[in-house]
C-alpha cells in the first residue's frame, strides 16, 4: 500500500455534487470520501433515498488506494449494460483520488442518448466533478523512538521540519531521548540524516502501537 495518496476532502456528513444536462436529460453526479465499501453502500442508499424518483441512480467505488480494483464496485442501474458503471468506474481508477465513491443521477429527458451518447455522458459527469473536488493527503504516521547524545539536540531539531516530524515525548537521563511522529516514508531517510550527522551515534528505532 502506498504510504501517502489523494482523498476527498469531505467528511462523513457531506458531499460534493455537479449538475448538467444533456439533451434534455437531468444529470446530477453525488461523490463523497468513503474509506471502505460499508461506507460507499451506505452513501449510495442515501443518495437513492434522496432521488427515489429519478430514472437511474448509477453508481461506482473504489474504497482503496488510487487504481486499486481490490475493493471497487459498479452498477449500470437499469441503464443499458456497460454503459453508465463500467465508464464510471474507469473514471475513478484513472484518477489521483482514492476512497472515493460517485453516484450518477439521471432524469429522463425525452431524448434517447445511445449506447455510445450514455457512455460519454455517465463519464464525462465524473470528470466534470473530479476537476473541481477538494482533496487533501492521506498520511500514513509512524512513530519512532531516537536516543542520542545531548550534543546533537539542536542537530534533531533543525531537521524535523524537513521530514515533516514532530517531538511527541521528551526523556532526559544519561542521553537525550525522544519520541517523534513523521510519514512513514520519511522514516529512511530521516535515520540516514541522523546517522550522519552524528556520526553514528544514536539508536533509531521504530515504534509500534500496543
Request: hydrophobic fraction near 40%.
Amino acid at each position: 500500500m502506498s504510504n501517502r495518496y489523494l482523498i476527498p476532502a469531505l467528511n462523513s456528513t457531506n458531499f460534493y455534487r455537479v449538475k448538467d444536462t444533456i439533451k434534455r436529460s437531468k444529470f446530477i453526479c453525488t461523490m463523497a470520501h468513503t474509506a471502505d465499501i460499508c461506507a460507499a453502500k451506505a452513501f449510495i442508499a442515501r443518495i437513492q433515498e434522496e432521488f427515489p424518483d429519478a430514472n437511474h441512480n448509477c453508481w461506482a467505488f473504489q474504497c482503496g488506494p488510487p487504481a486499486d480494483t481490490a475493493h471497487a464496485g459498479m452498477s449500470d442501474d437499469g441503464e443499458p449494460r456497460g454503459t453508465a458503471g463500467k465508464p464510471m468506474l474507469g473514471m475513478l481508477l484513472h484518477s489521483p483520488v482514492g476512497e472515493l465513491t460517485c453516484v450518477v443521477t439521471r432524469y429522463f429527458g425525452g431524448i434517447k442518448l445511445g449506447t455510445g451518447g450514455l457512455v460519454r455522458a455517465y463519464s464525462g459527469m465524473v470528470k466534470l466533478a473530479l476537476q473541481e473536488l477538494p482533496v487533501h493527503d492521506k498520511i500514513f504516521f509512524v512513530k519512532v523512538q531516537v536516543i542520542l547524545d545531548y550534543a546533537y539536540i539542536t542537530l534533531l531539531q533543525r531537521l524535523l521540519p524537513d521530514f515533516e516530524a514532530e517531538i511527541i515525548n521528551t526523556t532526559f537521563t544519561a542521553d537525550a531521548e525522544f519520541t517523534l511522529q513523521l510519514p512513514k516514508e520519511q522514516c529512511p531517510e530521516l535515520k540516514k540524516a541522523l546517522t550522519h550527522l552524528t556520526h553514528d551515534e544514536l539508536l533509531f528505532s521504530l515504534l509500534t502501537d500496543k
